[in-house]
């Protein structure tokens, strides 16, 4: 008899809002080379956690799609462009697209208020 494998596939289909925030972000001119965009995006322990599109670090030995998650580095500052959120960090700069419900927007104005980091 032969063996049976069982697969289970998860994914996150993304909100029309979710989608037109991406496109809106990628098409902006920023003032700083962008090294990725991040949707659902949410502060922990200094970096950056969310969903990465259009990651720049793409290179045979490692790629990084577009649906991967991402943890930037360190977050050195942040400040407003347009109507976004880019981040300079250890790693390179990223743009916030949009933050994850209910998390992501209270962490980010968390580390906004704490007067060491910027």
Known sequence: M??????EFHSKDFSD???SRLVRASLRKYTVPV???ISDA????DTCVGISFDHSDKDDAYY???GSIVRTGKIQSARKE??????????????I??????LGRASF????ESADHF
């Open 97 to 102: 697209a949009s933050f994850k419900r209910g």
């Open 2 to 7: 032969p063996e049976v494998i069982e697969l």
């Open 35 to 37: 090294t990725a965009f």
């Open 64 to 66: 990084r799609g577009d």
């Open 109 to 112: 104005l968390k580390l906004l």
């Open 17 to 19: 809002f979710q989608l």
């Open 82 to 95: 347009g109507r976004f959120w880019l981040l300079e960090t250890q790693d390179g700069n990223y743009v």
């Open 42 to 45: 949410f502060i922990s322990d």
